[in-house]
């Protein structure tokens, strides 16, 4: 994977890119940045062009003067695969990325050609900030090291104000609305010990995609792309 940066949103934009093949675009989610996909990148890579962008103020990209709200990231996603000549790609996203990629599916459905949504979040039983960080921290516990490493430098990056502003534009954002309006094909992927995404929320995901099925890996939390990358890139190929 190399470091790819272009003008996105107005800003200097970082991403990793690499491979041939059909286009795979990642898409991270809050806080965190495109460090949090390399593993599945890199086992993706091997028969896929990837893109795992850093959206405006996250990473390595630079930070616009207000946090971006999900239409405003998904239409920084969409000056992605522009300035690398992408037409249209299989997106998978995790947790407020799926919300992201499913925006963008509504507004935009001819760049995306299908969906993976890694812990779409935000799961309505738990429908308030602080409930939403009481599943963060339980699920941290089952997330391995090397994943916290990551998201601690991300999360210092982005920094609180930041953190809990995009939160609340997450919480405010109508997602289950749009999944009936996602005409293509979706996989809805969930870590079977995930504790900020309910396995009933996953299913509801997963029953409202009028193409949408549904796959559990065992063992694993939130954030099974990096902690189960080869299940998570072997289900993904074989849905692509």
């Known amino acids: 994977m190399e470091h790819r940066f272009e003008t996105v949103a107005g800003l200097r934009g970082h991403a990793l890119v690499g491979g041939s093949g059909p286009p795979v675009v990642l898409v991270h989610g809050l806080a965190v940045s495109s460090r949090y996909f390399v593993p599945l990148a890199r086992r993706l890579v091997r028969r896929h062009t990837v893109l795992a962008p850093d959206l405006p103020g996250y990473g390595r990209s630079a930070t616009p003067r207000r946090p971006l709200g999900i239409v405003e990231l998904a239409d920084a996603l969409c000056e992605w695969l522009d300035a690398l000549g992408i037409t249209s790609a299989l997106f998978v996203g995790n947790s407020l990325g799926c919300q992201i990629a499913v925006d963008l599916a509504v507004r935009a459905p001819q760049r995306v050609r299908r969906l993976v949504l890694v812990g779409p979040s935000m799961d309505p039983s738990a429908p308030t900030l602080w409930a939403q960080w009481r599943g963060l921290v339980r699920d941290g516990i089952h997330e391995p090291v090397g994943l916290h490493v990551a998201e601690l430098r991300d999360y210092l990056r982005m920094g609180p104000r930041r953190i809990l502003a995009t939160a609340r534009a997450a919480l405010a954002d109508e997602f289950?609305?749009?999944?009936?309006?996602?005409?293509?094909?979706?996989?809805?992927?969930?870590?079977?010990?995930?504790?900020?995404?309910?396995?009933?929320?996953?299913?509801?995901?997963?029953?409202?995609?009028?193409?949408g099925r549904l796959r559990v890996v065992r063992r694993s939390p939130h954030a099974t792309h990096w902690a189960a990358a080869g299940q998570v890139a072997r289900l993904i190929e074989e849905f692509a």
Request: a positive charge; aromatic letters at 2%.
């Open 176 to 211: 289950g609305a749009k999944l009936e309006h996602v005409r293509q094909p979706a996989l809805v992927i969930r870590g079977e010990r995930d504790q900020i995404v309910s396995q009933a929320w996953a299913e509801r995901v997963a029953a409202a995609l009028p193409a």
